[in-house]
């Protein structure tokens, strides 16, 4: 399997955000990176970098006003005198169809929604490579590649078309997934994190031509909290094409699994001819969010199963954080393709 990944995503570096009121460092750091890709390295496949396609197949998923925004935050608010190291909110609007300020500060608010997406002076660079990764993931599937991984980090499945959220800044799924839409291909989208994929949820939520699939902790006592719900069907044209399974904390394999097949199912009787796997590790049973219980074994039967589709797949890295075992429950899924 070939793997597509860019060193340029090792440059962004949070270095703290809040959980509960509480100051904690980051757990999105470079050093995911090493775990991941030694994986990769066991296996024995091709690694390879993305070329530069521009910002235009970015642009499909995410306006101008907001890449606008990722590109010059970190030189605006480092203007502000006394102004924190990173770009962390400290206000928001009470929605997102308020009024659009001019100040720096009121920007970060609008456009993160929360303190866990810090932008330095490194964060655009590297999310726009983790989102370039994507993109030539899709590519090599449109040219005939049966499985692609693309380790895209920062993740992406957090951020909607104009909101930085949980680690997130580009969403590189929901990019990934309209660029195969648009060569003509019935994409799926199936994230298997342990957090809801809130932000791929909205940027289709009101479209029917892409189908997302959502198995996760459920949201009414975990973030993000407000999003994720078995009700969310879709609105619109996209009535019926979000399907949100939620476990209870601590589920493990077996409830993982049947969570899965239901998810396998409804891309099935959708009639999907195209995968995008969000992957997240972190349902892991000793991920440093603890929220789920799958074992390493279980990440085995989770790519046996979804390789058993039969579909062409892109998978696109989303959480899954430092822990010994992080390499090598990317490597069980990876093997069951």
């Given at each position: 399997?070939?793997?597509?990944?860019?060193?340029?995503?090792?440059?962004?570096?949070?270095?703290?955000?809040?959980?509960?009121?509480?100051?904690?460092?980051?757990?999105?750091?470079?050093?995911?990176?090493?775990?991941?890709?030694?994986?990769?390295?066991?296996?024995?496949?091709?690694?390879?970098?993305?070329?530069?396609?521009?910002?235009?197949?970015?642009?499909?998923?995410?306006?101008?006003?907001?890449?606008?925004?990722?590109?010059?935050?970190?030189t605006?608010?480092?203007?502000?005198?006394?102004?924190?190291?990173?770009?962390?909110?400290?206000?928001?609007?009470?929605?997102?169809?308020?009024?659009?300020?001019?100040?720096?500060?009121?920007?970060?608010?609008?456009?993160?929604?929360?303190?866990?997406?810090?932008?330095?002076?490194?964060?655009?660079a590297?999310?726009?490579?983790?989102?370039?990764?994507?993109?030539?993931?899709?590519?090599?599937?449109?040219?005939?590649e049966r499985?692609?991984?693309?380790?895209?980090?920062?993740?992406?499945?957090h951020?909607?078309?104009?909101?930085?959220?949980?680690?997130?800044?580009?969403?590189?799924?929901a990019?990934?997934?309209?660029?195969?839409?648009?060569?003509?291909?019935?994409?799926?989208?199936?994230?298997?994190?342990?957090?809801?994929?809130?932000?791929?949820?909205?940027?289709?939520?009101?479209?029917?031509?892409?189908?997302?699939?959502?198995?996760h902790?459920?949201?009414?006592?975990?973030?993000?909290?407000?999003?994720?719900?078995?009700?969310?069907r879709?609105?619109?044209?996209?009535?019926?094409?979000?399907?949100?399974?939620?476990l209870?904390?601590?589920?493990?394999?077996?409830?993982?699994?049947?969570?899965?097949?239901k998810?396998?199912?409804?891309?099935?009787?959708?009639?999907a001819?195209?995968?995008?796997?969000?992957?997240?590790?972190?349902?892991?049973?000793?991920?440093?969010?603890?929220?789920?219980?799958?074992?390493?074994?279980?990440?085995?039967?989770?790519?046996?199963?979804?390789?058993?589709?039969g579909?062409?797949?892109?998978?696109?890295?989303?959480?899954?954080?430092?822990?010994?075992?992080?390499?090598?429950?990317?490597e069980?899924?990876?093997?069951?393709?």
């Amino acid at each position: 399997m070939i793997t597509v990944f860019d060193e340029a995503q090792r440059a962004h570096d949070p270095q703290f955000f809040l959980s509960s009121g509480a100051q904690f460092p980051c757990p999105e750091k470079p050093a995911r990176v090493d775990a991941l890709l030694g994986a990769v390295r066991r296996l024995g496949g091709p690694v390879v970098q993305a070329p530069d396609t521009g910002v235009e197949p970015i642009r499909r998923i995410h306006p101008d006003r907001y890449l606008t925004f990722l590109q010059t935050i970190y030189t605006r608010w480092s203007r502000i005198p006394g102004a924190s190291a990173e770009v962390i909110p400290n206000i928001h609007p009470a929605n997102r169809t308020d009024g659009y300020p001019l100040s720096a500060v009121g920007q970060a608010g609008f456009h993160q929604t929360d303190t866990s997406c810090p932008i330095s002076a490194q964060t655009w660079a590297a999310a726009y490579a983790s989102a370039q990764t994507a993109i030539h993931g899709a590519d090599l599937v449109l040219g005939g590649e049966r499985a692609v991984y693309a380790l895209s980090r920062p993740p992406g499945h957090h951020a909607f078309a104009e909101l930085a959220g949980g680690f997130c800044y580009l969403n590189n799924s929901a990019i990934a997934a309209q660029r195969l839409t648009d060569a003509g291909r019935r994409v799926a989208i199936l994230d298997v994190d342990l957090h809801h994929g809130n932000g791929t949820q909205g940027i289709f939520y009101d479209r029917g031509d892409v189908l997302t699939v959502s198995v996760h902790a459920h949201p009414e006592r975990y973030y993000p909290f407000f999003w994720g719900y078995p009700e969310e069907r879709g609105a619109g044209e996209g009535e019926g094409a979000n399907l949100n399974l939620c476990l209870e904390r601590g589920t493990g394999d077996e409830g993982f699994m049947a969570a899965l097949a239901k998810g396998m199912q409804a891309v099935a009787d959708w009639g999907a001819d195209t995968l995008v796997l969000a992957l997240g590790l972190d349902a892991f049973e000793g991920d440093p969010f603890a929220g789920l219980a799958v074992t390493t074994a279980g990440f085995g039967r989770i790519g046996r199963a979804v390789a058993g589709m039969g579909l062409p797949t892109l998978i696109v890295q989303e959480g899954g954080y430092l822990c010994p075992e992080l390499g090598d429950n990317l490597e069980a899924v990876l093997r069951g393709f």
